[in-house]
């Protein structure tokens, strides 16, 4: 059976929102997992492989009931929850330029943005430029939640529409997210 003999600590939330456990294998070695993980493995009676990752139905990474779990490929996984993000429009914080991001780059964003780096930027360009004025003491280090308001983005990593959501191509100048080939949703 999995983690027989092992010491298995409590759940506790991290600073990302989601939850992990302390675990001590019987060859002494220590390990810090996911709880959902943690759950479906023992549920299933074995360890998820390298390419497997565990998926919450529902979309709320603090609801770990095991009706709410599902094992995913890691692409599929990350081809579904970029789709489920709603293509957001910023303001460039060095040179004003409104621009939409979507896909992959909105949830690098939200990444970057719970992380507490600063951004998002319009171009690489604009971040070289906002790297060099902190470091020459031209502009001070921006405060990522004064600067992008909270409605810009969703509360939590885990926070997505379940609808994939369609862009106007007359005003953005991106396709539509919607494209053939993009998986169903629950």
């Given amino acids: 059976m999995v983690y027989d003999g092992c010491i298995v600590g409590h759940p506790i939330i991290c600073k990302d929102g989601r939850y992990r456990i302390f675990v001590k294998h019987t060859d002494g070695s220590k390990t810090v997992m996911s709880y959902p ?41 990350s081809s579904i929850h970029s789709v489920r993000l709603t293509p957001t429009q910023f303001v460039c914080p060095i040179c004003n330029k409104e621009f939409v991001l979507e896909g992959a780059r909105l949830s690098d964003c939200i990444q970057n943005r719970n992380r507490g780096k600063a951004g998002p930027f319009c171009s690489k360009s604009c971040a070289g430029k906002y790297g060099a004025y902190v470091q020459n003491g031209i502009m001070p280090v921006l405060d990522i939640v004064k600067h992008y308001p909270s409605y810009a983005m969703p509360e939590h990593p885990g926070a997505f529409r379940q609808e994939t959501p369609e862009v106007d191509t007359a005003n953005s100048g991106n396709p539509s997210s919607n494209a053939d080939g993009n998986p169903e949703l629950d």
Avoid at 42 to 52: A, F, N, P, Q
Avoid at 60 to 74: G, H
């Fill in 37 to 77: 993980k943690y759950l479906i493995e023992v549920h299933l009676g074995r360890y998820l492989t390298d390419d497997e990752t565990v998926d919450h139905i529902d979309v709320n990474p603090l609801n770990n009931d095991i009706s709410n779990l599902r094992v995913m490929t890691r692409v599929c996984h």
